[in-house]
């Protein structure tokens, strides 16, 4: 059975920053392209980013110079460090993956979820 499972989540003020955590198993996906979205309360999911089995990855506009992602696949794991937060970066943060190699910002190309985490960033 493949679970991910993200950690990292919690109360940050704005300008800080956190690591988010996804924890994969049931099954390796250093082959698997991964990714983060997020889903802010009235408001659909969106992408976030997003990293190939390379380690190439693509970002949000909202996102780009303030997220980065990386994995490591020793440990089936993929992070989301995330510097200057603001407000707006508040949701619920979910990792994906695909049975794929390369990244899509389509939530709909991405196979396994996890259940979110929520960040929470006070202004």
């Known amino acids: 059975q493949v679970q991910l499972v993200e950690s990292g989540g919690g109360l940050v003020q704005a300008g800080g920053s956190r690591r988010l955590s996804c924890a994969a198993s049931?099954?390796?996906?250093?082959?698997?392209?991964m990714g983060w979205f997020r889903q802010a309360p009235g408001k659909e999911r969106e992408f976030v980013a997003a990293?190939?089995?390379?380690?190439?990855?693509t970002y949000a506009d909202s996102v780009k110079g303030r997220f980065t992602i990386s994995r490591d696949n020793a440990k089936n794991t993929v992070y989301l460090q995330m510097n200057s937060l603001k407000f707006e970066d508040t949701a619920v943060y979910y990792c994906a993956a695909r049975d794929g190699i390369w990244t899509t910002p389509h939530s709909r190309d991405y196979d396994y979820w996890g259940q979110g985490t929520q960040v929470t960033v006070s202004s």
């Open positions: 990293i190939s089995w390379s380690g190439g990855s």
């Open positions: 049931g099954r390796t996906f250093s082959s698997s392209a």
